[in-house]
């Protein structure tokens, strides 16, 4: 059984800086693309960053470049997600995706199979 479990999450006030990690478990992920989404109050959830399966390549929505950096260490099955910067419009649900058996990455949330069940950061103003 595939399973994805962040963590990190928390309150802030703006300015701050927070990690997220992903654990997987239950299959190989090493090789495979993963990424972070989210969704704000009231909002759609939309793509956050990706990383590729080698580790070489990464992507960031163009409302967190700069602050937001995405990292993997497949010897512990983890992906992180380290914020600086942190706004109250960054407040929402992370969640953790993985694209099984891809290397490449994917800004779309339809093609990742895998998501955790997300978790909370708030950021204060």
């Known amino acids: 059984q595939v399973q994805l479990v962040e963590s990190g999450g928390g309150l802030v006030q703006a300015g701050a800086s927070l990690r997220l990690s992903c654990a997987a478990s239950?299959?190989?992920?090493?090789?495979?693309?993963m990424g972070w989404f989210r969704q704000g109050p009231g909002k759609e959830r939309e793509f956050v960053a990706a990383?590729?399966?080698?580790?070489?390549?990464?992507m960031y929505a163009d409302s967190v470049k700069g602050r937001f950096s995405i990292s993997r260490d497949d010897a512990k099955s983890t992906v992180s997600l380290q914020m600086n910067s942190l706004t109250p419009e960054d407040t929402a649900v992370y969640y953790c995706?993985?694209?099984?058996?891809?290397?490449?990455?994917?800004?779309?949330?339809?093609?990742?199979?895998?998501w955790g069940q997300g978790t909370q950061v708030t950021v204060s103003s």
């Open positions: 239950g299959r190989t992920f090493s090789s495979s693309a």
């Open positions: 990383i590729s399966g080698s580790g070489a390549n990464t």
């Open positions: 995706v993985a694209r099984l058996g891809f290397r490449g990455s994917s800004y779309y949330s339809r093609d990742h199979k895998y």
